[in-house]
């Protein structure tokens, strides 16, 4: 209650809750990101299981436009090997629409510092 989860997400997914999904990922973006910049909370675990979670989902557009939204702004704070890793390659190799992943991809590519992305 409160606490974002990998299990949280996941569980919201399986039930269709995306409601309850959503305004969880706007409580953490709103209390613990500013808060924290992401640290004591491993911010790639919950990016990649939203972006499971879409894959799994059959590419349901409810949980798309959740993705589309929360992923490139949390991305920013954990943008790691397995995290680019998911993005480029992961996602890339899923019947994902391409537009929705050139969405995806340019949009965590604004968040990301020029640091991130010389890496």
């Known amino acids: 209650d409160g606490i974002l989860t ?3 997400i996941n569980s919201s ?3 269709g809750q995306y409601k309850v999904l959503h305004d969880s990922l706007e409580q953490f973006e709103r209390d613990a990101i500013p808060r924290e910049k992401g640290e004591g909370v491993d ?3 919950l990016v990649r299981a939203l972006l499971n979670s879409y894959v799994s989902s059959n590419c349901d557009p409810s949980l798309g436009r959740i993705v589309l939204k929360f992923v490139p ?4 704070f954990c943008c790691d090997d397995i995290v ?4 480029f390659i992961s996602m890339a190799e899923k019947p994902i629409d391409e537009q929705y992943l050139l969405s995806l991809i340019s949009g965590c590519v604004i968040h990301w510092s020029d640091e991130v992305i010389a890496a």
């Open 6 to 8: 990998e299990d949280l």
């Open 13 to 15: 997914v399986v039930a």
């Open 43 to 45: 911010v790639s675990v």
């Open 73 to 76: 702004q949390f991305s920013q």
């Open 84 to 87: 680019w890793h998911t993005i």
